[in-house]
């Protein structure tokens, strides 16, 4: 049975209607833009300014389509009027605009039905930068089994040159001699891939460094590579709970298929809510009865019941925009996965996958985001460097709020459960120098420390120093367990709690049950065996228990603020 989507104009065939047109959202509808009156030409203006901010820069306009949906299309020279009037309400505001793709519908004879003439409806991306960023940002973490061409895929897509069959992309990402050795992901590592106004590719195929791609890109992919080995299993827990990523590529072997540790990493990614697109890489290495039998194992994985998704093949350009558009609004409710086929070594569809990640709307709705950046700052640590020059170096995601050069922070949790002040001297994204952070984007932050001695670790996070934060070494968490080979109990459990950057042993101090077994809900409290962290209510954790195979997710409900002994004997 075909689970394939069709869905009207974006589809493979030519059906009379889209969906209705939103009031919210970055799609705007028109049926045509011809020869509009001053007050209406500034209407025009407005309202595309008010789509760009609903898309974090981006906007869709389907031009030759009622705001019912239905596909009226437009003569050429209507169609010739209507994109000049649009390139000017984008030239007004600064934006570029970039034809997606074009559609013919025929319309019908009255006396005899024959095609009597062809009309249009044509489908643009408008594009604007936002005032206060100097590019749109979009974090993508790939994950898939070991050897399924993670690294080679990247290599690919970020530097412009095809693999040899041998991996010589792959050396291009990989960050430690030893994993140049083995071939395989054993960290987290970056690669960024840019996007001009126009939507062609800017990569290190023409520019030199990371701070050339960003200075040339209006849009910026930035893609966390981590490990497919079930051995770094926790690094790659780590990164999809720190980085949290707007969407996952699952990359799947053609000729291993489903295999290794690919089911688990999908289900971290539906357990942590993310959205997701496949890409089953080496097809040059398969013949096509081999890589049918591959989809079809996709597929099944992806309609089950712990998945409820729809499968999406993509077969030429329009269906990797069409794809594109399903990811608007709220992208985790839609069930709509797009599966890539691709080769880096024949270079095979690569064009579609970028194609895809150019049209790709940001995850988080506007008003989302600007509830978050209103926020006091909160930002997450999972990497420390020392530079000579600089002094400690902090890396991470800002969770919430904005930071700027020379702010005054709280950094914490010490041992002591204690936050200690701190001022951020330089900031960077992307390897590039910036004034200012906000909610959401990953950066590096320089510290001015007051103490020599201070000690900075990965999971301290650095808080609005207006606040009071309060540590914690207990919480109580509504949990499901997704799987464990017999049950949980109380007596004896450890399990490795992720949440954020937060990354430690936790034991159960009190159920609401005596056992939970797989797919069992229960309010449990935990306790860190070693130091306090910093959590907040409403989060999302992680819980594996390595020696069972168990794994578990849940929300936590309840966080009770640590007082270290020294205080305690000071009060009393």
Same mark, same amino acid.
Request: proline content about 3%; aromatic content about 4%; charged content about 20%.
């Given at each position: 049975m075909e689970h394939t989507l069709e869905i009207g104009l974006r589809g493979h065939g030519i059906n009379e209607n889209l969906p209705p047109e939103d009031a919210e959202g970055n799609i705007e509808y028109k049926l045509k833009l011809i020869h509009p009156t001053k007050s209406r030409f500034e209407h025009l203006v407005t309202q595309m300014k008010w789509r760009l901010q609903e898309g974090h820069g981006e906007a869709i306009y389907e031009i030759g389509v009622e705001d019912s949906g239905l596909l009226t299309g437009l003569s050429d020279s209507e169609m010739d009027l209507s994109v000049h009037? &649009? $390139?000017?309400?984008?030239?007004?505001?600064?934006?570029?605009?970039?034809?997606?793709? @074009?559609? +013919?519908?025929p319309t019908e004879n009255q006396e005899n039905g024959e095609a009597a003439e062809f009309r249009h409806a044509a489908e643009f991306l408008v594009r604007k930068v936002p005032d206060d960023q100097q590019f749109i940002e979009l974090r993508v973490a790939v &994950?898939?089994?070991? #050897?399924?061409?993670?690294? *080679?895929?990247?290599?690919?897509? +970020?530097? %412009?040159?095809?693999?040899? %069959?041998?991996g010589r992309a792959r050396l291009n990402v990989f960050r430690h001699l030893h994993e140049i050795q083995s071939g395989r992901t054993s960290s987290i590592s970056h690669e960024i891939l840019g996007f001009d106004s126009v939507g062609e590719v800017v990569n290190y195929s023409d520019s030199r460094t990371a701070e050339d791609i960003c200075e040339n890109s209006t849009k910026i992919i930035s893609f966390v590579d981590l490990a497919g080995h079930q051995k770094y299993l926790r690094t790659t827990i780590s990164g999809l709970t720190a980085y949290v990523p707007d969407f996952v590529c699952l990359v799947i072997s053609a000729n291993n298929g489903m295999a290794g540790t690919a089911k688990e990493h &999908?289900?971290?990614? &539906?357990?942590?809510? /993310?959205?997701?697109?496949?890409?089953? @890489?080496?097809i040059d290495l398969c013949p096509p009865s081999? *890589?049918? $039998? /591959?989809?079809?194992?996709?597929? =099944?994985?992806? *309609?089950?019941?712990?998945?409820k998704k729809t499968p999406f093949r993509i077969h030429n350009r329009d269906d990797a925009i069409t794809a594109a558009s399903c990811f608007t609004g709220d992208s985790y409710s839609t069930s709509t *996965?797009?599966?890539?086929?691709?080769?880096?070594?024949?270079?095979? @569809?690569?064009? =579609?996958?970028?194609?895809?990640?150019?049209?790709?709307?940001?995850f988080q709705s506007l008003k989302e985001q600007e509830r978050k950046i209103q926020e006091s700052p909160e930002f997450q640590i999972d990497s420390v460097f020392t530079v000579p020059a600089a002094g400690p170096v902090v890396g991470g995601t800002l969770v919430r709020g904005v930071v700027l050069e020379g702010s005054e922070l709280l950094l914490g949790p010490a041992d002591s459960g204690e936050f200690v002040p701190v001022r951020v001297s330089t900031l960077h994204r992307n390897r590039t120098p910036c004034r200012v952070v906000r909610a959401g984007q990953a950066a590096t932050l320089a510290l001015a420390r007051s103490e020599d001695n201070l000690s900075i670790r990965k999971g301290m996070v650095l808080v609005s120093s207006g606040r009071t934060p309060r540590s914690c070494k207990q919480f109580e968490a509504d949990t499901t367990v997704l799987y464990h080979s017999t049950a949980i109990s109380k007596k004896n459990f450890q399990a490795t709690v992720y949440c954020g950057n937060v990354r430690q042993t936790a034991v159960i101090v009190t159920m609401d049950k005596e056992l939970v077994r797989t797919n069992e809900r229960a309010l449990i409290t935990f306790r860190f065996i070693k130091q306090p962290e910093y959590l907040q209510?409403?989060?999302?954790?992680?819980?594996? #228990?390595? $020696?069972?195979?168990?794994i578990g997710i849940g929300i936590i409900t309840k966080v009770t603020p640590y007082q270290h002994s020294s205080s305690?004997?000071? #009060?009393?």
């Open positions: 009037t &649009l $390139r000017r309400m984008a030239s007004k505001l600064g934006a570029t605009v970039t034809l997606l793709r @074009n559609r +013919t519908i &994950l898939g089994n070991a #050897d399924a061409g993670k690294s *080679t895929l990247l290599g690919v897509l +970020t530097h %412009g040159e095809l693999d040899n %069959g041998r &999908l289900g971290l990614a &539906l357990a942590l809510r /993310v959205p997701i697109f496949v890409v089953i @890489n080496k081999m *890589t049918a $039998r /591959v989809m079809e194992q996709v597929k =099944l994985v992806l *309609t089950s019941p712990g998945c *996965t797009p599966i890539f086929f691709t080769s880096s070594v024949t270079g095979e @569809n690569l064009d =579609l996958l970028t194609t895809f990640l150019n049209v790709l709307p940001q209510v409403g989060s999302r954790l992680v819980l594996r #228990d390595g $020696r069972n195979k168990g305690l004997l000071t #009060d009393t």
